[in-house]
């Protein structure tokens, strides 16, 4: 993160780029096993360092409604130094939520990816915005959203907490709280 002049984080595109593309592990999972209820969602939270600068850490958020499995969102967050902004949610992969698009492109009823970009930033959103959506055919579950992801941001010890095995066979969950 550049601070500006003016105090406002300068986060440029190329800069969200590096900070998603750079390698980076897994050091906390919380709960450390399982799931947190939390508004009739499971979810839970991790911490990931950015291997080549062990003192930039990334939060990363993931959810999935207990009712209607298909409605998910993953995404790390990115801690500014503005008390104003706050945490930025750089990238979020979401399923495809199930509703009736409002989109001639089905939009809303496919899996799909949103970005944020330095404009955004710029004008104090912290959430990657709905006219940055690009749909996908990378992953149609909620474990195979969890293995791209986790690919796509370079995580490379995500199988140290989610097992194959897990993933492919949809067991993230099941019975480990």
């Known amino acids: 993160m550049l601070p500006s002049g003016n105090g406002r984080v300068m986060l440029t595109d190329r800069r969200i780029q590096r900070l998603l593309d750079s ?8 709960p450390a096993r ?47 130094n503005d008390p104003t902004l706050g945490a930025i949610t750089l ?4 399923g495809p939520h199930g509703e009736f698009s409002k989109h001639p492109d089905g939009r809303r009823t496919k899996p799909h990816i949103h970005r944020i970009t330095a404009a955004e930033i710029a004008n104090r959103n912290t959430q990657p915005q709905e006219k940055h959506r690009e749909t996908t055919d990378r ?10 992801f ?11 907490y989610f097992p194959a095995s897990e993933l492919l066979q949809g067991r993230l969950f099941n019975g480990h709280r």
């Open 23 to 30: 390698s980076k592990t897994i050091s906390k999972k919380k």
């Open 34 to 80: 399982g799931y947190k209820d939390e508004n009739r969602h499971k979810r839970w939270d991790l911490e990931l360092e950015i291997t080549s600068d062990r003192v930039l850490t990334l939060t990363v958020f993931v959810r999935q409604s207990i009712q209607f499995i298909e409605n998910f969102s993953l995404g790390p967050r990115y801690q500014t």
């Open 91 to 94: 990238v979020r992969y979401n």
């Open 139 to 148: 992953y149609r579950t909620f474990e195979e959203a969890l293995a791209v």
């Open 150 to 160: 986790f690919r796509d941001i370079g995580a490379t010890n995500f199988m140290d």
